[in-house]
């Protein structure tokens, strides 16, 4: 089931070494992309059906064509290297293992979109991952991949590591922007979007490291190729990753469209300790759960999950097995997500903090049904009205567990006892 | 989170030494604006001295020219920015939903009794220093320790013997 | 004039200025969207989520009003159940870590959150577990308060700082519901305009020392004025009470929009000059230092004016036009000399390029228009040959060093005619009170060559005239105000066609019409 695309030089001692990877392929595109316009480019990546890898699914090639055209601004590329939702560690592989792979995705962008400076803006806690990119970013402007003549072509790039600091928000693609800038990481009201209006009040694109890292492959094989993999309107391969009460956690790359209780049985080595599932998170920890029932049918793409009223996200996949208590794992949840909530607008901020408090005191054992019912309402209650996702990020799985698991809740504040005795 | 808003004064000057200012000037030539050096001037501080005070802040805020509550607001926003000295040893522990499911809590309460301080606390030799910190990012091989920056993966309380062993 | 355009707000069609936000837009047709972190001064941030709207047809169904633009044909939906539902919600969310301290907090009766609680929300509280707790009663410098917990973290004292001032002592740290508004250590409010932020503050976070606790705000009548501490001429609101069995008096300016002179705000002196028209006041007319009836001290004035060979006569700069145009009259009429000469209410380099002028006084320009001699030698001069200086509130202590006043009107008797009992009138022959800026209506010009025109705000116990009614009294031919008036519409043709009461509430702009003042 699994393939090497993305993953091709994973494997490869020291592949994210500059000699290495161009032993390997690394750069051998770039004759190819220079010689092409690039409309070509974008077209290109349209073509291949490449969909924005950072959790939203937005093809990459129609996000480009919202730059406007001759504004006299600059144009800024930002890698979006944040990830930072629960589940998700599919970047870092990117990162350390084949860095090179995604600064040849940076220049493929960059060229395609007129952009001559790229900030990768990269998530404070990879303390050993950013060294590992900043070498490999050296590397590539001593090698004359990088700055004023990439490659030897008439085209500059400067590339520029960002570190952030603790931040889970800063993976939204405008709070990045703040964050590069120097700010908080407080999201911006859209419109305008960054496309028009971005860093430093220029025509910006924002892509997630995965997606620019795709970019060698699409250019090299062609649009066809890549489309090869995955299904009609998910098309390609992706890093899952695979945590959880499985036997085998860690990262694969699939093609999108297989089913998913397939994954985790034959590639994931199945739940551990021969225990059963309970359930399952498709696509991150703000995605909603699913039962083991619900998850027979799914398959691993976009289309399929939203079917099932969930969402692919950023492929990270959370098994858990029936000892799991639900209230404890949504006050787990409520807690990250409380946690980096930016501050910035009354809903999330005030909101989530009473989410918080609500099911500590549901899990205390001094609940009532009615602080379960108005958990359950102050979900609807804060959804949507935010500058920014991520209350939804919290409202929706936590909205999802209540629906699903709304006995273990009610375990709680009765008097019979806590759902810790039901299990 | 806390409130981080109670900043430690040294009652001593701050300045980058020739290392990091050499480094922020190489870095400010990267950006538009010298307001995009807030997060990397941070980072510097906390390389040269481990925490950041109220001093440093005040320093960065005037050779960047932009009014020092900016650098507070972003010194208490980003959690990773230490706002009092930490432990010789500083380990986060990762609490987070797959570090969470794959038994964090037996590394934190191992750390409780054997360094005998809390998340958040020092100990009292000032030795180490203990963090409960959100997703690190390493899921797959859950539950994961970073210690001074260092990932430990696929944690468990025998390697977490061995780990501290070194550290000791 | 901007452009109209037609929306439909609830279904009803309503026309409103193109190029504004639907806070303002649709606001300034008396459909009020609740907002709290919206200021026009500073902008739409977004942060409050008070203004959602919903909109018909197209785009999002659900939109922040301060941050979306009227368009032609819109249709906005503001009383549908599922708004009414947002607004209860968010204030809701709003109030759960508030202290809901009304009965102790200043805010009270002016306060954003409470007045939306009895519109919008009116719900009992859900809120059973711990609220956050945060910082009271921090001082911020410049006699302002902060009350983190009542803070709804809107930011409009931030942006105040970042945007107008350009000072930025404050911040927004932490995040979270720990969020919260605070100075650097060390680095207090240190700017001219701090206090605005009490006014910005849609709660009662921010509070003036100055003002906390002495007054709760209903009480308070309020009047519209013009602030007298430099010539800017900032519009302003008299916030005044008179308790049972005592006096009139000024609890505070605050600024009031006018975006020709002063805009939203006003600066922290002017604010603070209030305090002036409550104390210090000269209310009892003196012969010699011996308090006595005006009556009596009116005809001992005429007497003096009567014996007199040469008669000066000094007004401040601080006169109305009314009030100038009726003394120069008398000047005229008794063959005074007149002088406006008071270069000692200008501090030089005092002044910034917002709002505060080095000129502390509010009608210099009126001194110019009525072309009065404002040289120090002339009256100097004058002086030296006279035996009577009729001073109408003019404060030469501010222009001459002590023994040089001495000096200069040792063969010289005085009738002082004062709003203050300041050391400098204790050596008049004749002394008149009378009222101050804030007590009689008139007509100043500011900086900018504004003519603003004020009413009269405050009715003390003493019932005092003021200095038009006493130069009337005195043998002024203007005896009446409609004299006074038509007297100024004589040289400012801009007034030529209007009443009084129809000189604009933002001012008249004399710029267009200067060539054709003729004194």
Redesign the interface.
Known sequence: MEVKILSAKFDIEDAHKIEVAKQHGAYSTLDKVFSMQPEEVIEEVKKSGLRGRGGAGFPAGVKWGFLPKDTGKPVYLAVNSD???????KD?YILVKDPHMMIEGIIICSYAIRSHETFIYI??????QVKALQAAVDEAYEAGYLGDKVDGHDFKL?V?V???????VCGEETALLE???????QPR?KPPFPAVEGL?GCPTIINNVQSIASLPFILEKGADAYKAYGTEKSSGTHLF?????VEK???YELPLGVPLLEVIDKVAGGVWKGRKMKGV?PGG?STPVLLPEEAKTVTLDYESMAEHKTMFGSG?I?V?DET?DIVE?VK??I??Y??????????C??????MK??T??ILAGDGTLD?VN?LRELCD??E????CVLSAACTMPVRSYLDKFRHEFEAYVTTEGSSAEAK | MSDRSQLISTGEPFQFDSERDAEFERLVKRYPTRESMILPSLWLIQEQEGWVSQEAMAYVADRIGTFATKIYEAATFYTMYHLHPMGENHICVCRTLSCWLRGKQDIVDYLKDEIGIKPGQISEDGKFSLEEVECLGHCGTAPVVQVNGEFHEEMDVDKLKSLLATLK | MAEKIKLFVNGVEVEVESGKNLIDAIGAVGIEIPHLCYHPALGADGNCRMCLVGLEEGGPPLVPACKTPAREGMKVLLDAEHIKKIQRDVLELGLINHPTDCPVCDQAGECSLQDYYMTYDLQESRMTVPQVAKNKKMDFGCGVVHDQERCIVCGRCVRFCRQITKTGELGIINRTDDTRVNIFPGRPLNNRYATNVVDLCPVGAMTSSDFRFKQRVWFLKKAPGICHGCAKGCNITIDHNREKDEDDIIYRFRPRLNEQVNGYFMCDEGRLSYSQENEGRLTEARLSKQARDLEDVIVAALTEIERAGKIVCILSPNCTLEQMVSVKALADKLGASLSGYSDGYVNAGDGDDYLIQDDKSANRAGLTILDIDCSKTTLENALSEADLLINFNNDLSRSFEDSALTQLLRETKVIAVSTHDTPMISSATVTIPVTSYSEYAGSVVNCDNILQNFGKAITKNSALEDIAAIAARLGSPLQTVSDRFTALQEIISALKDLEPDKIPVEGLNLNSEAANVTA
């Not at chain 1, 990830?83 to 560690?89: N, V």
């Not at chain 1, 998530?123 to 050993?128: I, L, P």
């Not at chain 1, 964050?179 to 990481?185: H, L, T």
């Open positions: 990830e930072s939702e629960p589940a998700t560690f870092r998530r404070g806690e990879y303390t050993s400067d520029t960002h570190r952030g600091a603790g931040a889970y964050s590069v800038e120097g700010k908080k990481g009201s430093y990753g695979i945590s959880g009460h956690p860690g990262m998170i920890s990270g959370v858990f799991v794992l787990n949840l807690d990250f409380h946690h980096e909530s930016c501050g910035q607008c009354t809903p901020r005030e909101g989530l903090g009473w408090k609500i500590a005191k602080d108005l209650n804060i949507m009205k935010t500058v």
